[in-house]
T-cell receptor, first 116, second 115 residues
Framework: AQTVTQSQPEMSVQEAETVTLSCTYDTSESNYYLFWYKQPPSRQMILVIRQEAYKQQNATENRFSVNFQKAAKSFSLKISDSQLGDTAMYFCAFAQNTGTASKLTFGTGTRLQVTL | DSGVTQTPKHLITATGQRVTLRCSPRSGDLSVYWYQQSLDQGLQFLIQYYNGEERAKGNILERFSAQQFPDLHSELNLSSLELGDSALYFC??????????????FGPGTRLTVL
């Protein structure tokens, strides 16, 4: 079974600064995908960024980028130029690529507060 | 707006009762997933359906059941409710049957409170 660990329950960052959220995972599979989801106070789950395990290049989406270290099974999220709207719970998630089903296994989340 | 709809938004009921949560996937999406978010268990996968057939099962209790209908909407039935079933229940949909690359689009969730 796969597990996802987020060791930072809460973090705070000032507006316009950069923050990095940590995530580690455990799997014996070689073909999988990793995701970061954002859950603002509205409770809506929003995909932030996605990384395919077979790709060495780290994914980027505007101000969001990841540092994917496959050997270390680490998948951190960097948020640059933090904005007040980035305040949310952030969940790291794993999905095994079985071809028929792709349930998400989530970490426990990191609550990020962006302050003025 | 993800395109996934869930009804009702809020549900308050008593222990021992039965409720049905409904989900309509995005247009064209054949896969539907159900997740439970509770304070003590976090976000957990319950079950997945693809084009009417069950594809994967997670930590779903025997008191819970689900189905996907020919029009692709899905229902999650929760029976003999207990206080611990209080949670936010999410439905998500995606296009292909599987493959982790397919993004799952989440609905707004149904907040279930069992008193």
């Amino acid at each position: 079974a796969q597990t996802v660990t987020q060791s930072q329950p809460e973090m705070s960052v000032q507006e316009a600064e950069t923050v990095t959220l940590s995530c580690t995972y455990d799997t014996s599979e070689s073909n999988y995908y990793l995701f970061w989801y954002k859950q603002p106070p509205s409770r809506q789950m929003i995909l932030v960024i996605r990384q395919e395990a077979y790709k060495q290049q780290n994914a980027t989406e505007n101000r969001f980028s990841v540092n994917f270290q496959k050997a270390a099974k680490s998948f951190s999220l960097k948020i640059s130029d933090s904005q007040l709207g980035d305040t949310a719970m952030y969940f790291c998630a794993f999905a095994q690529n079985t071809g028929t089903a792709s349930k998400l296994t989530f970490g426990t989340g990191t609550r990020l507060q962006v302050t003025l | 707006d993800s395109g996934v709809t869930q009804t009702p938004k809020h549900l308050i009921t008593a222990t021992g009762q039965r409720v049905t949560l409904r989900c309509s996937p995005r247009s064209g999406d054949l896969s539907v997933y159900w997740y439970q978010q509770s304070l003590d268990q976090g976000l957990q996968f319950l079950i997945q359906y693809y084009n009417g057939e069950e594809r994967a099962k997670g930590n779903i209790l025997e008191r819970f059941s689900a189905q996907q209908f020919p029009d692709l909407h899905s229902e999650l039935n929760l029976s003999s409710l207990e206080l611990g079933d209080s949670a936010l229940y999410f439905c998500a949909s995606s296009s292909p049957p599987g493959g982790g690359a397919s993004e799952q689009f989440f609905g707004p969730g149904t907040r279930l409170t069992v008193l």
